[in-house]
């Protein structure tokens, strides 16, 4: 990254949507898609963050991301595992990566939940994912 962007004032990197592999670990957990990423993200982060930059990542507040990238989900789903239903598992999985900043899209939420969740919290959480510093992440 020798393009001038931390010269310029850049600090973040973020990898949106179509990073995640189409199905989750059998321990329910997230995971990268290994073609797109052989390395693994922990290694993306480590890379970065030895080049003073932090790492933000993308996820979904349903059950399924945007879209599935190109991809063919083996279910027939049209959009990758979102944290719906797993966002502590997913704020630990994020946090044990090392992950500094998350990007936590609204895409195919059903609109009853949209409703309910109107409010967001302070100390820097949403209705679904806990705050950062439960994780041991600041």
Not at 22 to 50: C, M
Not at 77 to 88: C, F, I, Q, V
């Amino acid at each position: 990254l020798d393009n001038g962007m931390r010269a310029a004032g850049w600090s973040y990197i973020n990898l949106d949507d179509c990073w995640v592999d189409l199905e989750r670990t059998a321990a329910g957990e997230l995971t990268w898609d290994r073609s797109r990423f052989p390395s693994g993200i922990p290694a993306l982060i480590d890379w970065l963050h030895s080049r003073s930059f932090l790492f933000g990542l993308y996820t979904a507040a349903g059950n399924l991301t945007c879209s599935t990238g190109g991809r063919v989900s083996p279910t027939g789903a049209k959009g990758a595992p979102g944290s719906g239903g797993h966002y502590a598992q997913d704020a630990a999985t994020f946090a044990s990566w090392g992950v500094d900043y998350i990007k936590l899209d609204w895409c195919r939420m059903p609109d009853a939940e949209l409703l309910q969740m109107q409010v967001i919290p302070p100390a820097h959480s949403t209705p679904h994912m806990p705050n950062p510093g439960s994780t041991g992440r600041r």
